[in-house]
């Protein structure tokens, strides 16, 4: 459900409320049918040519290099309790899969799970998989006949293969509405007791008995949010259906685990206003042992820079990626 199409060509809110930023008109972009129509296509395309997996969305803008960058940066530092061997990553409107397969070329190895409202979209993200598995019996071959020439190079390779093969060995597709889906359908996979090290610290005891589940050590967005935004549906309350969506974004987390949304519709501050504090997200009221109340909440920690522009004498940039910790905030009594 993400794409670069999704870009309305009307500026985003130009003047902020206090609360949220001004609604996006309307759009075909932001229906169902116009995804399962993008995506029936790229079927038909795919089953014609394997080679042809679909539109990487924000390529012109090398987001999805830039993003796997930021995230092994993350990882490496050990920010957040993120492990790239074990997080459990979330991707919301999953689209072709292709940022899920960066990710698992990359070396993450937890629990990888794409999801999208449109069938077709997982029907094109488990056939390109596919594709990418058949291929690689060929390319182990040539990589097994350059390994015989050292025997010593051969036995790291092996290493190397075997620590690979265990983050290759699936990536989940399933299809599933972020705004309506039950979270139940989607809740982390558990071994051992917990989806890793990170979740297991962070989870409560009610948690654990099943409440609310682990949660994802990693959501990502990149360009679901656009989408959801040009929507017209409304909800029970005659609200627009997009400013519910921050708030199922933190159900989906867990304590200290993250949430890293790209956008072209929305600029930096704008997706600050859409996603940071407690109004997009659930407050905990539950009292602590010593009185005191805790709040949780989505806090901006960290940015993807991009090449930036100047119009009218304004600087900006053509998308922009955000990144938010769930974070819990002690209170006064």
């Given at each position: 459900?993400?794409?670069?199409?999704?870009?309305?060509?009307?500026?985003?809110?130009?003047?902020?409320s206090?609360?949220?930023?001004?609604?996006l008109?309307?759009?075909?972009?932001g229906?169902?049918?116009?995804?399962?129509?993008?995506y029936?296509?790229?079927?038909?395309?795919?089953?014609?040519?394997?080679?042809?997996?679909?539109?990487?969305?924000?390529d012109?803008?090398?987001a999805?290099?830039?993003?796997?960058?930021?995230?092994?940066?993350?990882?490496?530092?050990?920010?957040?309790?993120?492990?790239?061997?074990?997080?459990?990553?979330?991707?919301?409107?999953?689209g072709?899969?292709?940022?899920?397969?960066?990710?698992?070329?990359?070396?993450?190895?937890?629990?990888?799970r794409?999801?999208?409202y449109?069938?077709?979209?997982?029907?094109?993200?488990?056939?390109?998989?596919?594709?990418?598995?058949?291929q690689?019996?060929?390319?182990?071959?040539?990589?097994?006949?350059?390994?015989?020439?050292?025997?010593?190079?051969?036995?790291?390779?092996?290493?190397?293969?075997?620590g690979?093969?265990?983050?290759?060995?699936e990536?989940?597709?399933?299809?599933?509405?972020?705004?309506?889906?039950?979270?139940?359908?989607v809740?982390?996979?558990?071994?051992?007791?917990?989806?890793?090290?990170?979740?297991?610290?962070?989870?409560?005891?009610?948690?654990?008995e099943?409440?609310?589940?682990?949660?994802?050590?990693?959501v990502?967005?990149?360009?679901t949010?656009?989408?959801?935004?040009?929507?017209?549906?409304?909800?029970?309350?005659?609200?627009?259906?997009?400013?519910?969506?921050?708030?199922?974004?933190?159900?989906?987390?867990?304590?200290?685990?993250v949430?890293?949304?790209?956008?072209?519709?929305?600029?930096?501050?704008?997706?600050?206003?859409?996603?940071?504090?407690?109004?997009?997200?659930?407050?905990?009221?539950?009292?602590n042992?010593?009185?005191?109340?805790t709040?949780?909440?989505?806090?901006?920690?960290?940015?993807?820079?991009?090449?930036?522009?100047?119009?009218?004498?304004?600087?900006?940039q053509?998308?922009?990626?955000?990144?938010?910790?769930?974070?819990?905030?002690?209170?006064g009594?």
């Amino acid at each position: 459900m993400s794409s670069d199409a999704a870009c309305s060509n009307a500026s985003a809110a130009a003047a902020a409320s206090a609360a949220k930023p001004t609604h996006l008109a309307p759009s075909k972009l932001g229906t169902k049918q116009y995804w399962d129509d993008i995506y029936t296509t790229e079927l038909t395309n795919h089953a014609a040519n394997p080679e042809d997996e679909g539109t990487v969305w924000f390529d012109d803008s090398d987001a999805e290099a830039k993003i796997l960058s930021f995230l092994d940066e993350t990882a490496e530092r050990g920010d957040y309790g993120i492990d790239r061997r074990k997080a459990a990553v979330l991707d919301l409107g999953c689209g072709n899969g292709s940022l899920l397969f960066a990710l698992r070329d990359d070396g993450w190895a937890g629990q990888l799970r794409g999801v999208d409202y449109s069938p077709q979209s997982v029907a094109l993200a488990r056939k390109v998989d596919l594709s990418r598995r058949r291929q690689q019996p060929q390319q182990q071959q040539h990589q097994q006949q350059d390994e015989e020439e050292e025997e010593e190079e051969e036995e790291e390779k092996k290493e190397v293969e075997e620590g690979e093969n265990e983050g290759v060995v699936e990536v989940d597709f399933k299809v599933w509405d972020v705004l309506r889906g039950p979270l139940d359908d989607v809740r982390v996979v558990v071994v051992d007791g917990f989806s890793s090290p990170a979740a297991a610290a962070a989870t409560t005891e009610k948690q654990q008995e099943g409440e609310n589940g682990a949660g994802y050590d990693l959501v990502l967005d990149k360009g679901t949010f656009d989408a959801v935004s040009l929507s017209d549906e409304r909800d029970a309350q005659g609200r627009r259906v997009c400013e519910r969506y921050g708030a199922r974004v933190f159900e989906l987390l867990r304590p200290g685990g993250v949430f890293l949304v790209t956008s072209c519709n929305w600029t930096e501050t704008e997706l600050r206003e859409w996603f940071e504090g407690t109004e997009t997200g659930s407050r905990s009221g539950d009292n602590n042992n010593d009185g005191a109340t805790t709040t949780v909440m989505l806090r901006k920690v960290g940015r993807i820079e991009y090449p930036s522009f100047s119009f009218g004498g304004v600087k900006g940039q053509t998308i922009s990626t955000l990144c938010f910790e769930k974070v819990v905030v002690g209170g006064g009594p």
